[in-house]
């Protein structure tokens, strides 16, 4: 089961390695229909078939979640092999699917990592429009907006809208927009509520519809008891910079560095970036953030299986000093083992004091990723 947000090249993925399969486009309103109807024709398919192909590929499985009780017969019967696609979970979960468990690997798909853009990654591209795949067909910068507002629109249409997991489109439109201008903050439901003129519960719902449609993610508080966690409330992120600039309507800003708006785009990319190459590596790592009352935060920290945990401190500068490393240096004094790391945009690696500086890619490799 390869999981996605639309538009992350999960069909151009399985179509490259998966010549030979037969294909099952449930975007194709003609398929996704006769299979709603009837979804054993798939197995009369498959024994129609001499030989039966190796593979089947089923794209966007969440559209007939039925499927999945076919699939599951024919995977006992041994006879094929499956490669399915969804860009959402919610559907699946909301109507107690069959997720073949234990039967499934199940893996991720996200835009791309600066790693596998490797020579033509620009930072200060990725920053104003982000990295999802569709963008590397376009020549200009007007072409990069166009395609990015096509993106969130295409998003509110047949993620959210034509799905039906909302029954009023108007509050989660400017919920999406509220959501995206306190990106990377501490989330106040409360506030994010009054704003978009709901009730508390409803922001809670959208939230969780952003998760379950793979377009953005909850970062825990820190706490080594998993309970404790979990009475705090989270950060909130988009998946991809580009996405959050279109939704917040500020992608003819500029992004000059040394602002307020180029910290927050790299902390942003720096924090998704992170998220992607450990799911890519499939390291187990876990990732939260630390604040204390007084406002001291560790920008994020990094929990990987048998260490002590790292902290880091994301900052968008070319040239870091003792400044940036404070809120670290006092958290290092109580967390005995753990690490310290300021991830920038300064070349020149330096340790201070107990926190190393690192370039942030190489602060990536270090930690693993």
């Not at 991720?108 to 620009?122: A, V």
């Not at 009730?199 to 825990?220: A, H, N, P, R, W």
Request: with cysteine.
């Amino acid at each position: 089961m390869l999981f996605g947000a639309r538009g992350t090249g999960k069909s151009t993925y399985l179509r490259q390695n998966f010549k030979t399969a037969l294909w099952l486009d449930l975007l194709n309103p003609e398929q996704e229909d006769r299979y709603a109807r009837r979804p054993s024709e798939l197995a009369d398919q498959l024994r129609a078939l001499a030989p039966a192909p190796d593979w089947v590929v089923i794209d966007e499985v969440q559209k007939v979640p039925r499927l999945l009780d076919v699939v599951h017969a024919e995977i006992e019967r041994g006879a094929v092999k499956f490669a399915l696609t969804s860009s959402s979970a919610r559907k699946l979960k909301r109507h107690n699917t069959n997720l073949l468990a234990g039967r499934a690997s199940v893996y991720h798909l996200f835009p791309f990592t600066s790693l596998e853009l490797d020579k033509t990654f620009d930072l200060d591209t990725a920053l104003r429009f982000g990295t999802l795949p569709g963008l590397q067909d376009c020549p200009s910068d007007e072409d990069r907006n166009a395609f990015l507002r096509a993106y969130a629109l295409t998003y509110l249409k047949e993620e959210v809208w034509a799905e039906h997991l909302v029954r009023v489109l108007d509050p989660f439109r400017k919920f999406l927009e509220v959501a995206a201008q306190t990106n990377g903050e501490v989330v106040n439901y409360s506030n994010i509520a009054r704003d978009v003129g709901t009730e508390i519960k409803t922001v809670q719902s959208y939230f969780q519809i952003m998760e379950d449609t793979l377009v953005g993610f909850l970062v825990e508080p820190f706490h080594r008891s998993v309970r404790k966690r979990q009475t705090q409330a989270p950060k909130f992120y988009l998946f991809d910079p580009g996405v959050r600039r279109a939704l917040t309507r500020t992608l003819t800003v500029e992004l000059r560095p040394g602002t307020y708006d180029y910290g927050r785009a790299f902390e942003h990319f720096v924090v998704v970036e992170a998220l992607r190459r450990s799911a890519y590596c499939q390291n187990d790592y876990a990732f939260s953030y630390l604040r204390t009352k007084d406002g001291a935060e560790a920008d994020l920290v990094v929990e990987r299986p048998g260490k002590e945990p790292s902290l880091l401190e994301i900052k968008s500068g070319d040239r870091v000093d003792d400044r940036a490393t404070r809120s670290l240096e006092h958290f290092l004094r109580d967390m005995p083992g753990a690490e310290g790391f300021c991830l920038s945009r300064d070349p020149v690696p330096k340790r201070i004091g107990n926190v190393l500086a690192l370039p942030w890619n190489d602060g990536l490799r270090e930690l693993g990723l």
